[in-house]
């Protein structure tokens, strides 16, 4: 079993910037990221990056405003969010997937998920 750890959410005004963490208790080879899911919306692919943390992926939604990253010594990835929208208002769900690739953008093949750390983007 592993447990995720989120952190770093909260209220922001639009333009802002927020970094989210998820510590992870493991030191075993998993992929990490995040999904996000809005009230009323399904839960969708946000970033992800695998094992060794050369190789990432974001959604078209946040390409070039966000940036995923990880600490393999400290089990933490990381989200920095720039340029914040309204639109990003969410539950931002930390994930993992015992994979050296990387985390994979379907919620089926995801394996662990954390508790959630809301995010809210005022206009």
């Known amino acids: 079993q592993v447990q995720l750890v989120e952190s770093g959410g909260g209220l922001v005004q639009a333009g802002g910037s927020l970094r989210l963490s998820c510590a992870a208790s493991t030191h075993s080879p998993y992929a990490l990221g995040w999904f996000r899911q809005a009230p009323g919306k399904e839960r969708e692919f946000v970033a992800g990056?695998?094992?060794?943390?050369?190789?990432?992926s974001v959604a078209d939604s946040v390409k070039g405003r966000f940036t995923i990253f990880r600490d393999r010594a400290k089990n933490t990835v990381y989200l920095q969010m720039n340029s914040l929208d309204p639109e990003d208002t969410a539950v931002y769900l930390c994930?993992?997937?015992?994979?050296?690739?990387?985390?994979?953008?379907?919620?089926?093949?995801?394996?662990?998920w954390g508790q959630g750390t809301s995010v809210t983007v005022s206009s």
């Open positions: 990056i695998n094992w060794t943390g050369d190789l990432t």
């Open positions: 994930a993992a997937t015992r994979t050296y690739r990387l985390l994979p953008r379907v919620e089926s093949q995801i394996d662990y």
